[in-house]
């Protein structure tokens, strides 16, 4: 076996630490989102228990759509339910991954169940959404 000479041993070396930097620069932070609307009481109790026992298939598409740390929250404020999303996004193109979860079957399906149960805010519904964007005021990392 040759050893290689000094030329090829420096452009390995280079190689290597080129290498070795990237693997430890700093991960991109998440992007950060959050959202809210309203739960009709009628339907709190149904939207709870899917929630509470959510389809595999659906969890399998948040997770390849590059979205963790994703919760829904409820509230109840002077006799109105409301519910908070927060999720992070960990891709690069939040769009196209939201076109992709959109265009799932099982999303859909689930979306035909969850959506009668949600009431939206004024906002929302004239956008046509069912989810009020919300604007971040503060992060601690």
Same mark, same amino acid.
């Given at each position: 076996?040759?050893?290689?000479?000094?030329?090829?041993?420096? @452009?390995?070396? $280079?190689?290597?630490?080129?290498?070795?930097?990237?693997?430890?620069? +700093?991960?991109?932070?998440?992007?950060?989102?959050?959202?809210?609307?309203?739960?009709? +009481?009628?339907?709190?109790?149904? #939207?709870?228990?899917?929630?509470? !026992?959510?389809?595999?298939?659906? !969890?399998?598409? &948040?997770? $390849?759509?590059? *979205?963790? !740390?994703?919760? *829904?929250? =409820?509230?109840? *404020? =002077?006799?109105? &339910?409301?519910?908070?999303?927060?999720? =992070?996004?960990?891709?690069? /193109?939040?769009?196209?991954?939201?076109?992709?979860?959109?265009? /799932?079957?099982?999303?859909?399906?689930?979306?035909?169940?969850? /959506?009668?149960?949600?009431?939206?805010?004024? /906002?929302?519904?004239?956008?046509?959404? &069912?989810?009020?964007?919300?604007? =971040? @005021? #503060?992060?601690?990392?």
């Amino acid at each position: 076996m040759t050893r290689p000479g000094p030329m090829k041993s420096k @452009l390995l070396f $280079a190689f290597l630490w080129l290498v070795l930097l990237s693997a430890c620069a +700093p991960p991109k932070p998440p992007q950060r989102f959050a959202w809210v609307t309203g739960l009709r +009481p009628e339907k709190a109790a149904y #939207y709870r228990q899917l929630h509470a !026992n959510p389809w595999p298939a659906v !969890n399998r598409m &948040i997770k $390849a759509c590059h *979205i963790q !740390n994703f919760s *829904i929250h =409820e509230r109840e *404020i =002077e006799g109105r &339910i409301y519910l908070f999303a927060y999720l =992070e996004y960990t891709g690069t /193109d939040f769009a196209a991954d939201m076109k992709k979860m959109a265009a /799932d079957p099982e999303t859909q399906r689930w979306w035909k169940e969850t /959506d009668p149960c949600q009431s939206p805010l004024p /906002d929302a519904a004239a956008a046509k959404k &069912i989810w009020a964007d919300t604007r =971040e @005021l #503060y992060h601690l990392p």
